[in-house]
Structures are given as structure tokens and as C-alpha cells.
């Protein structure tokens, strides 16, 4: 593990809690964060994660660890991207997608939005400052969430004190 990783997950887990089985959650089923249906794809043999539970209830934070690492931090480029980037960026896979995620990051940076975070994204996200990249992704986080037909009382102002601690402990580490 790298100490952006570990950085960045400590505080997904802060905000993904236990095992939570909410009636109005479409993801169902979870245990810190991880949905059953994310559980039961990262224990294919894609993933190569050994030792995983069948059941979602039964995780570790052992388990939570790699198939975060696995299935989002890796997909985001974690350990390559400047740590408060990699942080909020990573909460945003999480909590949004993977998928929109980069292209948040590319939406933030100006460059051509294609889902994938290559040479191009990478050299532009070093020549700016973090500070600004880190407030834009949130910013376009926000804009996501306010596009959301779903967004109600019962999650909407979860994910913006989310967003906002997320954005505070980013602008820490990327000083």
C-alpha cells in the first residue's frame, strides 16, 4: 500500500461506515462501501484478490482494502495522480463511478474527455496548480449530483458534507 492509498481510503471508510442494507440504496447490500455486486465481480478471477467472503456482511477491511485498490484506485491511476488529486478522485470513483470520475478529471483539466487517464491527462494535471484541480473536481462532483433524477433528502445531504470533507482533506495533503 502506498501512503496515498492509505490516506485516501481511510477517509472513503470514514464516509462508507459498516454494513448498511437501506431500502432506498440501488447499490442494496453493503459493506463499507462495497455493494454485493462489487464484491461478487472482484471475486472472479479478473481481480485475483484471495481470500474474499461470499457474502458482502462478512468483509474485512482487509478485503474492502484490495478490492478498493483493485476495482477504483488502480483505474483512477491512483499512485501516479499528486495525492490530494488521487484523494478526492478516488472518492469520486467510489461514490460516482469510475467512469465519471476520469472524466471529471479531464472535464477539470480542459482536455479531451475519453474515460481514459493517459501521457496527455497526466502531463497537463502536473503543470497545474492542485489547489484549483482539486476545487474544480468538486465543483464538477457537485454539478453530477445535482444532475441526478434520485437526488432527494434521503442521500443528497450526505454527499455534500461527503464532497466537502473529502475537499478539505484534499487541499491538506496537496499542501
Not at 454527499?159 to 491538506?172: G, H, I, P
Request: a negative charge.
Amino acid at each position: 500500500m502506498t501512503r496515498a492509498f492509505d490516506a485516501a481510503l481511510k477517509v472513503v471508510l470514514h464516509h462508507e461506515g459498516g454494513f448498511v442494507d437501506h431500502p432506498k440504496d440501488p447499490g442494496g447490500r453493503t459493506n463499507m462501501g462495497i455493494t454485493q455486486a462489487t464484491l461478487t465481480n472482484a471475486r472472479s478471477p479478473l481481480f485475483k484478490i484471495d481470500g474474499l467472503p461470499a457474502d458482502v456482511r462478512d468483509l474485512t477491511v482487509a478485503n474492502a482494502a484490495a478490492i478498493y485498490r483493485a476495482a477504483y484506485w488502480d483505474h483512477i491511476s491512483g499512485d501516479e495522480l499528486p495525492e490530494g488529486v488521487a484523494m478526492i478522485l478516488f472518492d469520486c470513483a467510489v461514490n460516482q463511478g469510475v467512469g465519471r470520475a476520469v472524466k471529471i478529471l479531464q472535464e477539470a483539466l480542459g482536455v479531451e474527455v475519453d474515460g481514459i487517464i493517459e501521457s496527455k491527462t497526466m502531463a497537463i494535471l502536473r503543470m497545474r496548480e492542485q489547489a484549483k484541480v482539486i476545487r474544480e473536481i468538486a465543483a464538477r462532483r457537485a454539478g453530477a449530483y445535482m444532475k441526478l433524477d434520485s437526488l432527494d433528502d434521503t442521500f443528497g445531504l450526505g454527499w455534500a458534507r461527503r464532497l466537502f470533507d473529502v475537499y478539505d482533506c484534499a487541499q491538506k495533503v496537496s499542501a
